[in-house]
């Protein structure tokens, strides 16, 4: 058997045993490209802006105790005029976001972030709803794609010379069969450009041995990361004014950001702010530590830090993520890769029809 022949019936055993998972996840991620908006819209975060000062942590605080006092308030979001406060509260076996109005502390939405249907979309994409059997399935799926797409491009190569034009354009004559037949190989050999990335930093995630990898190649193993602390006074103090003064301060100075500030918990808990460019990815936020009783600022080599200070492969782990929904190349990229994973998911079913349709032939 050439290399050919069995290179095309590894293609047809890996399609037609990971058809089905591989549309799932494919859909899936393709309409997760667009969890920012649909968060927008269904957690009711827009707001109307109003000329007056935002409201205390304080306020944030007694508003949740009358309204969910079951939750330990984590962290608050600080957006832009025209969106809700997003306060991260921990509860017994999961994690809620609420809304709160930020010139009211008005409760506007909570949202248990274990339900909901962007949530079921998240965990359909990544275990298919099936916990951590699920999760294992997608990572191998995952790995699987891989000579399945290397394995399609060497179908599509003609087995002698160049490709010919018709072999990059899909047509609009012939039989339903011909036509079924370039939806999958035409539009299969311009997503593989796009899905080759969706599916290393998949893979990047599934398998830790990759991580691992990465992490001791990049020196990240040989860093001495120091964990910031607050100094503990004789007689700690209540630091809510402190809290607000660091939100107020840091709006102040990075007025186009989002800032989110952690509430300390501990009693050598720093307090903990990120700044957030919206328009940027995940490499360029900005971490910053205060003593929770001074409010002085705390400097050392940390983990999460300053961009400008990040690590090899802190800076790789937050691009992964970035690539793999497309947001690295901003709204283009996201369009791009919502476009290339509704392909990649319609290959199952055109890739299965020319099965069956060559099957069919056959027995004629």
């Not at 406060?85 to 972030?113: F, K, R, W």
């Not at 004789?234 to 402190?242: Q, S, T």
Request: glycine content about 8%; hydrophobic content about 40%; proline content about 5%.
């Amino acid at each position: 058997m050439s290399l050919r022949k069995l290179l095309t019936r590894l293609h047809l055993i890996l399609g037609l045993g990971t058809g089905l998972l591989f549309f799932v996840i494919a859909l899936s991620g393709a309409i997760y490209t667009w969890e920012p908006e649909f968060s927008r819209l269904a957690y009711h975060q827009a707001v109307e802006a109003q000329d007056k000062p935002v409201v205390s942590i304080a306020d944030l605080r007694n508003s949740l105790e009358k309204t969910f006092p079951e939750g330990d308030f984590r962290t608050a979001l600080y957006r832009d005029p025209e969106s809700s406060i997003e306060v991260l509260l921990y509860a017994p076996g999961t994690y809620y976001l609420a809304q709160l109005n930020p010139y009211s502390a008005e409760l506007i939405h909570l949202q248990d972030m274990n339900k909901g249907w962007i949530n079921y979309l998240k965990k359909l994409h990544r275990n298919l709803l099936l916990g951590e059997l699920g999760r294992e399935i997608v990572h191998w799926v995952t790995l699987l794609a891989i000579p399945l797409l290397v394995s399609g491009l060497v179908i599509w190569w003609p087995a002698t010379g160049r490709p010919t034009k018709d072999k990059f354009f899909l047509k609009t004559t012939g039989s339903a069969k011909k036509r079924n037949y370039d939806l999958h190989s035409v539009l299969g050999f311009y997503v593989s450009w796009v899905l080759i990335f969706a599916l290393i930093t998949g893979i990047y995630w599934g398998f830790s041995p990759v991580k691992e990898t990465i992490k001791l190649l990049s020196g990240e193993n040989t860093i001495a990361w120091e964990t910031p602390r607050s100094e503990v006074p004789a007689r700690p103090v209540e630091n809510d004014g402190i809290l607000d003064q660091l939100i107020a301060d840091y709006r102040n100075t990075f007025p186009k950001s989002e800032v989110r500030i952690g509430i300390p918990h501990s009693e050598e808990d720093p307090i903990h702010l990120s700044v957030i460019d919206p328009g940027k990815g995940l490499t360029a936020i900005n971490h910053y530590y205060h003593d929770q009783y001074s409010g002085e600022r705390i400097e050392g080599v940390f983990r999460n830090g300053l961009s400008s200070e990040i690590s090899t492969f802190n800076a790789i782990n937050g691009m992964v993520y970035e690539i793999h929904f497309g947001s690295i190349l901003g709204l283009p990229g996201r369009i791009l890769v919502c476009m290339a994973a509704m392909v990649a998911a319609s290959l199952p079913i055109t890739g299965l029809l020319v099965w069956l349709g060559k099957r069919k032939s056959k027995r004629v």
